[in-house]
C-alpha cells in the first residue's frame, strides 16, 4: 500500500508503538518509506506519545492517517485536535473478536484433565457465556461507536461486513463505510503445475489470539494418515511456535 501510494506521487510515513528489544529485527526490513517509533512504550494513553503524534502531524504536514489496527480510546482523544482525515481500518469480521474472546476463556478456565476439559467446553456456552458474550459486545460497541464518531472513513474487508459493523454501532455517525478486499500483489505465472508437489501452507504470524494456527495443526492430526502424500508447511513467527513444535512431536507430525 506504501508503495503504490508513493508511485502516485504521495510522501508516506509510518508510525509504529516502540519496538521492544527481543524484536529489533524488525528494524533490519528494508521498508519502502521512513518509520517513526512512539517515545514510550503503550499507545496514546502515554503523554509522551500522544505529544509526538502531534507533532509528526505538524512537522510533516499529514493529511490523512490511516488507523490499521483500529485503534480507539486513548487514539480518539487526540483527534479532535488535528485537522487531519482519519481512514481506520478493520482487519476481520467486525464482531470476531467476541467468539474469539469465548473461546480463548473456555481454554483459559477449563482443567487439564481431558474428560473435565471436553464437559466444560460443551456445557461452557450454556452456563456462564452468556454475561461475558454480553460484556464483549458491550465493550465491541462502544468501541466501533467510537471509531465511527472519529474516523472520516472505516474500511472493512468484504460488503458483508458493512452491514455487521452498521448494525453493532447503530447510531448516526459521519464516517462512510466501506470495504476493500486484501490484494493479491503476486504477478500471474504462466507455469503448468504437473509435478506440483501436495502442500498445505500457512503464511503468517504465529499468534494464537488473532491467528489461531495450532487449529491447522490439531485438523492435520486426523488427516495426516489418510493423506499421507500431503504436506503442511508453516512460514512464520511468533509466541505460538514453541507450543506448536511441541504439539507437532507429540502426534508425530513431523
Not at 68 to 83: H, K, V
Not at 208 to 222: D, F, G, I, Q
Request: charged share 25%; net charge positive.
Amino acid at each position: 500500500l506504501a508503495k503504490e501510494m508513493m508511485e502516485r506521487g504521495h510522501n508516506v510515513y509510518y508510525l509504529c508503538g516502540k519496538i521492544k528489544p527481543e524484536k529489533q529485527l524488525l528494524l533490519d526490513y528494508e521498508y519502502p518509506c521512513e518509520l517513526h517509533q512512539l517515545p514510550n512504550y503503550g499507545l496514546f494513553d502515554d503523554k509522551a506519545n500522544s505529544d509526538y503524534y502531534k507533532y509528526l502531524q505538524d512537522i510533516l504536514k499529514i493529511d490523512f492517517v490511516i488507523n490499521q489496527r483500529g485503534l480507539g480510546g486513548w487514539f480518539n482523544d487526540i483527534l479532535s485536535i488535528t485537522s487531519t482525515k482519519l481512514i481506520s481500518v478493520i482487519h476481520s469480521t467486525p464482531d470476531s473478536y467476541i467468539q474469539l474472546f469465548l473461546n480463548q476463556l473456555i481454554e483459559l478456565t477449563a482443567p487439564p484433565h481431558v474428560k473435565f476439559k471436553k464437559m466444560i467446553k460443551r456445557f461452557f456456552p450454556t452456563l456462564i457465556s452468556y454475561y461475558w458474550k454480553r460484556k464483549a459486545l458491550f465493550d465491541l460497541k462502544n468501541k466501533y461507536k467510537e471509531l465511527a464518531c472519529y474516523s472520516d472513513a472505516v474500511v472493512t474487508l468484504s460488503y458483508k461486513d458493512i452491514s455487521i459493523f452498521e448494525n453493532l454501532i447503530n447510531i448516526p455517525h459521519k464516517a462512510k463505510v466501506t470495504s476493500i478486499a486484501d490484494p493479491n500483489t503476486f504477478s500471474r505465472l504462466d507455469e503448468t503445475y504437473e509435478d506440483k508437489k501436495k502442500i498445505v501452507l500457512y503464511v503468517g504470524r504465529l499468534s494464537k489470539l488473532e491467528k489461531a494456527p495450532h487449529r491447522l495443526l490439531e485438523v492435520w492430526s486426523y488427516l495426516h494418515t489418510e493423506y499421507p502424500d500431503w504436506e503442511l508447511k508453516f512460514i512464520g513467527d511468533g509466541d505460538e511456535r514453541a507450543n506448536m513444535q511441541e504439539y507437532t512431536c507429540k502426534k508425530h507430525l513431523s
